[in-house]
């Protein structure tokens, strides 16, 4: 039995007391796990307070540092001045080969998302596809109902492909509650908000490879007869320079 004893005691829950009703205005009482966090942080600000006092009073005024010249104030707001590194032709050609790879890769989950939504890739240039109903006459064609024809749906009728009959959708209506409707309607929405966003990434990507072409290029390819490549358009967000190279005779 005293051994039960002891367990009982070592499995005693130790509550703290709540803030007294007279005390209420006051907040909550303060327990031990928030003291700690709060003297931690005070602490921590202390030190901190401490060592910024002693490099203050250690501080050399005659001290030069190199970070002096190569930072500077414009319109209030710090820069750095950082001079442009030269680049050899085989960085030029690994940061492409990157690029390239992760481009390829985000077309590929493009892809793998299209197929799931459903999306068709149609062409400005390609015809949309149509439907067309043949009947009798003209008088009949006018009160001819479509959705009643081919057994669907109003809301269906621009749909080319996936379009369900109403017998499918009473089925589908008595097995499907709001509530798995509301749910699936969400991951569709994030499905296309993911698929926007890999396709704004991968059009960065391709800008981003076909600077990195012409950069390499022109580290590559020295100059013609004394003459250099010709700028033609400067590059942008959304495009690549355009340079013009002297015409070089084959022999």
């Given amino acids: 039995m005293a ?5 009982m005691k070592t499995q005693r829950v130790h509550r703290e007391r709540h803030q007294p ?3 209420q205005h006051l907040g909550a009482l303060e327990k031990k796990k928030d003291y700690r966090i709060r003297a931690k942080d005070q602490n921590a ?11 203050a009073l250690n501080k050399n005024p005659d001290e030069f540092k190199y970070h002096m010249i190569n930072s500077e104030l414009k319109d209030g707001i710090h820069f750095e001045k950082v001079e442009n590194e030269e680049l050899a032709v085989g960085d030029v050609a690994q940061d492409l080969t990157y690029v390239t ?15 799931q939504l459903h999306i068709l890739d149609v062409g400005d240039d390609e015809p949309k596809n149509t439907h067309t109903l043949f009947v009798d006459d003209e008088k ?3 009160k001819t109902n479509p959705a009643k024809l081919l057994d ?10 996936n379009r369900l009959r109403s017998s499918q959708l009473s089925l589908l209506n008595n097995l499907v509650d709001p509530s798995s409707l509301k749910t699936l309607s969400n991951s569709k929405k994030k499905a296309y908000k993911e698929l926007a966003h890999r396709i704004e990434r991968e059009n960065k990507l391709r800008i981003m490879q076909a600077k990195l ?11 013609i007869n004394g003459e250099k490549p010709k700028l033609i ?11 013009k190279w002297p015409q070089q005779r084959k022999k």
């Avoid at 600000?45 to 490099?55: H, N, Q, Y």
């Avoid at 358009?233 to 340079?243: C, D, E, K, R, S």
Wanted: no cysteine; charged share 35%; hydrophobic share 40%.
């Fill in 233 to 243: 358009q400067a590059g942008t967000n959304v495009m690549a320079p355009v340079y």
């Fill in 45 to 55: 600000k202390r030190e901190a307070i401490t060592t910024l006092r002693k490099r």
């Fill in 21 to 23: 009703l007279a005390r």
């Fill in 101 to 115: 790879h992760r481009m390829s890769v985000e077309r590929k989950k493009i892809e793998k998302l299209k197929a």
């Fill in 152 to 161: 669907t749906h109003p809301a269906l009728l621009g749909r080319s492909f």
């Fill in 213 to 223: 072409e012409v950069r390499k290029k022109l580290m590559k390819n020295k100059a």
């Fill in 140 to 142: 009949e064609a006018r």
């Fill in 3 to 7: 051994s039960l004893k002891n367990a």
